[in-house]
């Protein structure tokens, strides 16, 4: 059965400091994976997009890595700010990209 | 060029009414997905419209749920004969390509309570 696990489910953090949030998957055959940031009441809102032969991606302060051995994902948020607090979810694509698969999400609070 | 839009936001239904959801892609895109969220949960994938056309409606429930999308006007997401355990965030997402150059943007969503 394809899933998409996500771990921690939820973590808190004080402004300036970095954190990981790590994303496992069974999903199979495997074409792409991405992650989203949610804030609360709106629609997920696209971060990074990676394929099986990436293994890094970066967008400003979020930079997300991909093992596709091991089938294991992580966004890295550098220097935390408040308006970090979110739900990041972990997404991933099956056959051609046109089955997804979504991870519960990481709930985020960035503390002052 | 707005972004994906939805309406209404929140709708109101009494079991046994339906419900109609709009959403309006983005100008240019032809792929539309709706997902539905339940209080605390994830996003589940429900169904995946091209214009005029059901592609995979493999996540909706077989009965009560429809969805087209029509060559003109928005994509409709219909629930009849409405029940409790239909209250949920409905997103719409849309897209210009499918596959790994797909980006999906979200709209804000519709927040169905039934009474």
């Given amino acids: 059965k394809n899933q998409v696990e996500q771990s921690p489910q939820s973590l808190i953090i004080?402004?300036?400091?970095?954190?990981?949030?790590?994303?496992?998957?069974?999903?199979?055959?495997?074409s792409n994976l991405r992650w989203y940031k949610q804030d609360t009441g709106r629609g997920p809102v696209s971060l990074t997009i990676m394929?099986?032969?990436?293994?890094?991606?970066?967008?400003?302060?979020?930079?997300?890595?991909?093992?596709?051995?091991?089938?294991?994902?992580?966004?890295h948020i550098t220097a935390s700010q408040l308006s970090d607090s979110a739900s990041y979810i972990c997404v991933v694509s099956?056959?051609?990209?046109?089955?997804?698969?979504?991870?519960?999400?990481?709930r985020l609070s960035v503390l002052p | 060029n707005a972004g994906v839009m939805q309406n209404p936001r929140h709708l109101v239904r009494r079991r046994g009414q339906e419900a109609r959801l709009r959403c309006s892609p983005m100008k240019g895109h032809s792929?539309?997905?709706?997902?539905?969220?339940?209080?605390?949960?994830?996003?589940?994938f429900m169904v995946y419209l091209q214009k005029e056309n059901i592609i995979d409606e493999s996540g909706?429930?077989?009965e009560r749920f429809s969805a087209e999308f029509?060559?003109?006007?928005?994509?409709?997401?219909?629930?009849?004969?409405?029940?409790?355990?239909?209250?949920?965030?409905?997103f719409c997402a849309s897209s210009q390509r499918t596959g790994v150059f797909g980006t999906q943007y979200f709209g804000p969503g519709t927040r169905l309570l039934v009474l």
């Fill in chain 2, 60 to 62: 909706m429930p077989k």
């Fill in chain 1, 51 to 75: 394929t099986f032969s990436e293994n890094t991606k970066s967008n400003g302060r979020y930079t997300a890595t991909l093992d596709a051995d091991t089938k294991q994902s992580s966004l």
């Fill in chain 1, 14 to 30: 004080l402004e300036g400091k970095n954190c990981t949030l790590q994303c496992n998957y069974t999903v199979s055959p495997f």
């Fill in chain 2, 31 to 44: 792929h539309v997905y709706w997902y539905r969220q339940l209080p605390e949960e994830g996003l589940k």
């Fill in chain 1, 94 to 106: 099956e056959d051609y990209g046109q089955n997804f698969v979504f991870g519960p999400g990481t």
């Fill in chain 2, 70 to 90: 029509p060559k003109e006007g928005p994509s409709i997401l219909r629930i009849q004969q409405v029940v409790r355990g239909d209250s949920a965030a409905y």
